[in-house]
């Protein structure tokens, strides 16, 4: 039996005539200026451009990013998601794009810092290095925590989505906002009640979005521990990543005993943010993804501090 020859002889073009055979034509010529200063600027261009954009930037931009925590671990090497806006006036074609980028490689020496006052920093380098009047920058990132097991108190990490944005005029005009998405276990009120036994429960997502007092330092407390505990401190049991057979009971049976319906836990929530005196401005949202449905339960609540008074 004759052997099947693998080997291929087959004469291809060179590289070049195989990207010619695909599209690639010869560079035609140029005649357009190649030094900057002589080209043109269409974004710069001064007319009447019929509105005023509130905002127009980057979005998605994905960068290396250092953050502080009060739960261990302490200091933490993450990755930021960022977007960042200007205002332009009607007079102006737009913003130089470019710009953003560039002053985050020049914010990055050191490591990109997310706190307070290096974002106040950022803001104000930005936005003279833009020449507009307004930037906001925002900037979502999964912050990690450990977790310890209630009754074995086994380690491990579990995470949850946190962002902080500063909209900011000048060094006396600014406003910083946070947000903390964490996840939670709910037992069903109703279903507890109406069974012979056993209750269902689900994964709840609970999201708080806050505004902060002007004098908040976030060097002098942790944001996201705070929120974390607002939501986790009001659940019917708490998330755990590392879970053995004595926990799981543990775990299992604070759900039973804490049953909470979504409505239940926005209330709950909102109270303990009403409580920190950092915080002006709230708004929680619990998404339970039901077990026993397809759907997904939702609540809500909005809540301004200083219209309170």
């Known amino acids: 039996m004759n052997k099947i020859d693998t080997i291929s002889h087959r004469v291809l073009p060179s590289k070049k005539d195989r990207h010619i055979l695909f599209g690639s034509v010869e560079p035609g010529p140029k005649t357009k200026p190649v030094v900057k200063e002589d080209m043109a600027d269409l974004q710069n261009t001064e007319k009447d451009f019929l509105f005023d954009i509130k905002e127009v930037g980057i979005s998605n931009v994905k960068y290396p990013i250092v953050i502080d925590s009060a739960i261990k671990p302490v200091n933490q090497s993450t990755i930021g998601n960022f977007k960042m806006t200007a205002q332009v006036d009607r007079t102006s074609k737009g913003t130089n794009m470019s710009r953003f980028l560039e002053q985050i490689e020049q914010s990055n020496q050191d490591g990109f810092r997310v706190d307070f006052s290096s974002l106040l920093h950022f803001s104000d380098s930005l936005k003279q290095r833009l020449e507009q009047e307004q930037v906001t920058v925002d900037i979502s990132f999964p912050w990690f925590y450990e977790r310890t097991g209630p009754s074995t108190e086994k380690v491990g990490l579990n995470h949850a989505e946190a962002a902080i944005k500063v909209h900011y005029i000048d060094t006396d005009e600014y406003t910083f906002h946070g947000s903390l998405t964490a996840y939670i276990t709910t037992l069903c009120p109703c279903s507890k009640e109406i069974s012979e036994y056993s209750a269902h429960s689900q994964r709840g997502k609970v999201t708080m979005e806050v505004q902060f007092t002007d004098d908040f330092n976030d060097h002098e407390s942790d944001w996201k ?23 799981e009971k543990h775990v299992t049976e604070t759900a039973y005993e804490n049953p909470r319906f979504v409505e239940d836990i926005v209330r709950l929530v909102a109270a303990d943010l009403y409580d920190l005196p950092f915080i002006k401005k709230f708004k929680v949202t619990c998404e339970n993804e039901e077990s026993i449905h397809l759907h997904d339960a939702i609540a809500a609540i909005e809540f301004d501090k200083e219209i309170d008074r």
């Open 225 to 247: 521990e705070a929120l974390l505990y607002a939501a986790e401190s009001n659940a019917s049991a708490m998330i755990h990543p590392v879970l053995k057979r004595p926990d």
